[in-house]
């Protein structure tokens, strides 16, 4: 299973950036995708995730109202719509996937088992 993220950059403070991430490779179960970051120095956080089947969302609260995670099942696709970026925003994104049991209320990185190689997001004051 490969998963490519694409979409990151540079952008002011208030702008908006939209994330992409395509999943191929071998046809399993996948039971989430999701969103996740890592500051410099800091451990890999959730950002967002939403279960595969019925489209269910989890949002961490430092992104609630400004970030929007959707899916496009028939392109295997996972996009981040993310508005009004912050400074504290600036982190390396990763796209994962996961055939695991699907926390929706909670979930954590070590749930997802297929990573891409994550796309920097820089916001500038």
């Known amino acids: 299973v490969q998963v490519v993220e694409s979409g990151g950059g540079s952008v002011q403070a208030g702008e908006s950036l939209r994330l992409s991430c395509t999943r191929s490779?071998?046809?399993?179960?996948?039971?989430?995708m999701g969103w996740f970051r890592q500051a410099p120095g800091k451990e890999r956080e959730v950002v967002a995730t939403?279960?595969?089947?019925?489209?269910?969302?989890y949002y961490e609260d430092f992104v609630k109202g400004r970030f929007t995670i959707s899916k496009d099942n028939t392109k295997n696709s996972l996009y981040l719509q993310m508005n009004d970026l912050k400074v504290e925003d600036t982190a390396k994104y990763y796209c994962?996937?996961?055939?695991?049991?699907?926390?929706?209320?909670?979930?954590?990185?070590?749930?997802?088992?297929?990573w891409g190689q994550g796309t920097q997001v820089t916001v500038a004051s």
């Open positions: 939403i279960a595969w089947s019925d489209g269910q969302t």
């Open positions: 490779g071998l046809d399993r179960h996948f039971t989430a």
């Open positions: 994962a996937a996961s055939t695991r049991f699907y926390r929706p209320y909670g979930p954590r990185p070590s749930d997802f088992e297929y």
